[in-house]
């Protein structure tokens, strides 16, 4: 939906320009300087623990790049932590020393859009834009102008132990529709009922994500933007109501362990063979099955599939992922600008790839259609769904409102009292910008 919204955007003026990054595909070059060597004055960056982890060859790759071509300019590079990120780039906002360079989840977008923090970029100058996937281009998007670069995207999965299904059920294949699913599923069950912390379905109970896809599977929303120009909770809506207790009673159903405990651990449930299946990104069997936190030798045996969902369709999935902003007030904002085109090259981009993480375009995606690793989510993209792209669906996030209403369904209370009580919190939250 397209944004009907007002905001005055901020942006200090830009320092001379340098020269694009110049890695082929169908990106223009940048603005040019005589001489590249010459630019001066430090490019700080933020990231998040993905490129720590999962492709640290890729940022010191792009990183030595950046000095070559730039020996005078100081590079200074961050890891943040998902829970702390938020509050230390408002901190450094508000103090005036916020990073040149953020890592934002797309979820994090608009929040900083509307209250003037990020700078425009030109989408013509990187490479691949003609084909980055819409979902990340839209939260990176207000009133026809770009204030952030897709970076990855990511798209939840059923991730399986199957050799623990070929041992209960005699096949080693995930079903294809929910009802096979939970036959299936009671059988893997039933194969481990010596050990009540095991669970067929890893389903955390405040994991909203889940929740949330369950909900579109029913047609529902956890808001909509009405004729009157704001957006209203309607997760009290009856079709809302319909998700919420189908993904309720799955929880209640399978998952044997603490039903307050969220997702962030759910890798290393797997990897401690504490659970069959799960609902999650496809990175997360490299976490599953990494020396230091998982567990090597299930790499045969975890394989990812499509999610079934209720009425025979698959399960639809949250559209996740990360874009690359640079900040309004940025001193170095047009060295920030083609160090983000560096790391988001084609070149760049298929380093995420082979390590099967969904790239930001379709045409690197589109082999990883066909790859057992990365079918499951790659076919996913093209029709999940997303978040409220409201003012202040951030702080709709910040209060928790999804997560302790699931909390409160767990502990006891009806889903029609939480679902009411959850609207009208969203709706004192959605429309005003956090």
């Not at 362990?257 to 490299?286: F, H, P």
Request: charge should be negative; glycine fraction near 10%; charged fraction near 20%.
């Amino acid at each position: 939906m397209k944004r009907q919204l007002l905001a005055a955007i901020g942006v200090t003026a830009l320092l001379a320009s340098v020269a694009g990054c110049g890695s082929g595909g169908s990106a223009k070059a940048g603005p040019a300087v005589a001489d590249p060597g010459d630019a001066t004055g430090t490019v700080s960056v933020w990231l998040m623990p993905e490129a720590q982890n999962n492709w640290p060859e890729l940022v010191k790759s792009v990183n030595d790049r950046f000095a070559a071509k730039y020996p005078k300019v100081q590079l200074k590079l961050r890891y943040q932590t998902w829970k702390d990120k938020v509050g230390n780039l408002d901190a450094a906002l508000k103090g005036g020393d916020a990073p040149d360079v953020v890592e934002l989840g797309n979820t994090e977008t608009m929040k900083y859009i509307l209250n003037g923090s990020l700078a425009p970029v030109d989408k013509s100058t990187f490479e691949n834009s003609d084909t980055w996937i819409r979902g990340l281009v839209n939260t990176c998007t207000y009133q026809d102008k770009l204030f952030c670069v897709p970076y990855y995207a990511g798209a939840r999965v059923g991730i399986y132990n199957s050799a623990m299904f070929q041992d209960a059920t005699g096949s080693a294949e995930f079903p294809k529709t929910e009802d096979d699913l939970r036959t299936a599923l009671d059988k893997v069950q039933a194969k481990h009922r010596g050990d009540r912390t095991f669970s067929a379905l890893y389903l955390p109970g405040p994991y909203w994500y889940a929740a949330m896809s369950y909900v579109a599977a029913y047609g529902g929303a956890i808001a909509r933007f009405d004729s009157s120009g704001n957006w209203h909770g309607t997760l009290h809506d009856a079709k809302s109501q319909q998700g919420i207790q189908h993904f309720v009673d799955l929880v209640r159903t399978y998952n044997h362990g603490d039903l307050t405990v969220d997702e962030a651990g759910q890798s290393g449930v797997l990897a401690g063979q504490k659970a069959a299946v799960l609902y999650g990104n496809g990175w997360e069997v490299a976490g599953a099955t990494a020396p230091l936190t998982g567990d090597p030798k299930l790499a045969d045996s975890l394989r990812q599939a499509v999610m079934p969902g209720p009425n025979g369709k698959p399960l639809p999935s949250f559209i996740g992922g990360s874009d690359l902003a640079v900040t309004a007030k940025s001193p170095s904002a047009e060295l920030a600008k083609d160090w983000i085109r560096m790391f988001t090259s084609g070149k760049s981009e298929q380093v995420l790839a082979d390590k099967d993480t969904l790239p930001n375009n379709l045409t690197q995606l589109e082999p990883l259609k066909t790859k057992a690793t990365t079918a499951a989510a790659a076919n996913a993209v093209p029709d999940a769904w997303f978040t409220p792209l409201a003012p202040g669906w951030s702080a709709v996030e910040k209060q928790n409102v999804l997560v302790d209403m699931l909390d409160g369904i767990l502990g006891g209370k009806s889903v029609d009292a939480a679902t009411k009580d959850a609207d009208a919190a969203i709706d004192k939250l959605i429309n005003t910008p956090s």
